[in-house]
């Protein structure tokens, strides 16, 4: 009898819901996934567009999982201080087969001290503090380095999600996840990137983020500062 796939999202308050919905969509849909989503407690959280999500799990009672996911969003600037978060994800991270993070869920991992000489990527407005935590930055919609599956900005999710399915369970299972989920994606604008979208459609997007950004690059400097007396702690 095969073992169930235990699974565990990260789900927090400010995260970002896209960055947990979408490969939860691809992961739930696994012929043998059990899903758990872990916090703190098991109160409702608010993700930053004001959805709820209700944890199944606590940091103290989530068991060993096979796959953790880290979403990203507002909420992330808390979580790189958070210390009972962080020894949480190097606990899991000892034993995982896979580790995981959508958009600025890397710096979460990468507070904990998980990223150290790993190739990874996030969000192209953060990608630049990813060397402060040791990381190898990729400017790659998704990146495999071993066990660490990182994916870019908010929908890349789900191409990290599909990926990982394969690992999972095949090659021909993950596809017919695809199929089902119709993901064929035909944006209207080629502006899903800072490569091909418009300079002047960048400039408004820095624009308006410039201060959550100013605050990340400081939450992410802070929990850099704090890893550096740690520097030969082992990444798993």
């Known amino acids: 009898m095969v073992s169930p796939v235990q699974i565990g999202f990260l789900v927090f308050p400010a995260m970002l819901q896209l960055d947990f919905t979408g490969p939860y969509a691809v992961l739930a849909a696994g012929p043998d996934a059990v899903i758990h989503l872990v916090w703190k407690d098991t109160l409702p959280?608010?993700?930053?567009?004001?959805l709820l999500f209700t944890p199944t799990r606590t940091i103290i009672d989530c068991p060993q999982l096979d796959v953790v996911c880290v979403p990203g969003g507002g909420g992330v600037q808390a979580l790189m201080?958070?210390?009972?978060?962080?020894?949480?994800?190097?606990?899991?991270?000892?034993?995982?087969?896979?580790?995981?993070?959508?958009?600025?869920?890397?710096l979460v991992l990468g507070a904990a001290g998980l990223l150290r000489g790993r190739r990874a990527t996030t969000h192209w407005q953060s990608l630049d503090l990813l060397p402060l935590f040791g990381a190898v930055p990729q400017r790659s919609r998704m990146e495999r380095d071993d066990n660490l599956i990182s994916a870019a900005g908010v929908s890349a999710g789900i191409d990290m999600?599909?990926?990982?399915?394969?690992?999972?369970?095949?090659?021909?299972?993950?596809?017919?996840?695809?199929?089902?989920m119709e993901y064929a994606p035909e944006p209207p604008y080629s502006a899903g990137s800072p490569a091909s979208a418009p300079e002047a459609v960048?400039?408004?997007?820095?624009?308006?983020?410039?201060?959550?950004?100013?605050a990340r690059r400081e939450a992410a400097a802070a929990a850099a500062a704090l890893l550096a007396p740690n520097k030969n702690r082992s990444c798993q």
């Open 45 to 50: 959280v608010t993700s930053s567009d004001g």
């Open 81 to 106: 201080g958070d210390v009972e978060i962080l020894a949480f994800l190097r606990k899991q991270a000892a034993s995982c087969r896979y580790l995981c993070s959508v958009c600025t869920g890397a």
């Open 161 to 180: 999600a599909l990926a990982l399915a394969g690992l999972l369970w095949g090659h021909a299972e993950a596809q017919a996840i695809q199929l089902n």
């Open 202 to 214: 960048t400039a408004v997007c820095r624009m308006r983020t410039a201060a959550r950004q100013t």
